[in-house]
């Protein structure tokens, strides 16, 4: 029964990153600092309100990210995450050989979390 509950919690947690636009608006705020609806559209660039806010609907409902006076900013959670993320970019990056990191990868990699944390403990 635990794998089955462990398989479904990955699937969704893909499933809520691969959504359009979902990874940029994160990477957007892996450097700590709370963002504005307006100044989150522009560092993600070509995304149109409809979109952002509905991303924005759902990774607030998945508690990675929240907004506050100053913007949208990481929840702790969300920080792990971002880590967690920019591990397996720095892995997958270091598989296909390329030797470069896509942008916003180095503020994950200098972040204050890493992936191993458990911040739930």
């Not at 479904?8 to 691969?18: G, M, N, P, S, Y």
């Not at 609907?57 to 929840?75: D, N, P, Q, S, W």
């Not at 990191?101 to 739930?120: I, L, T, Y």
């Amino acid at each position: 029964m635990e794998n089955k509950e462990n398989t479904l919690a990955i699937h969704r947690l893909l499933a809520l990153l691969e959504a359009r636009y979902a990874m940029r608006i994160l990477w957007a705020l892996a450097d700590g600092r709370a963002q504005t609806f307006r100044l989150l559209q522009d560092s993600v660039g070509g995304v149109t309100p409809n979109t952002l806010n509905a991303r924005l609907k759902e990774l607030r409902a998945a508690g990675v990210i929240t907004h506050g006076t100053g913007g949208y900013f990481l929840t702790p959670a969300g920080e792990q995450l971002v880590a967690c993320v920019g591990t397996l970019v720095n892995l997958a990056v270091r598989w296909s050989g390329e030797g470069r990191m896509p942008n916003g990868v180095a503020a994950v990699r200098m972040g204050r979390v890493s992936c191993a944390e458990d911040k739930a403990s």
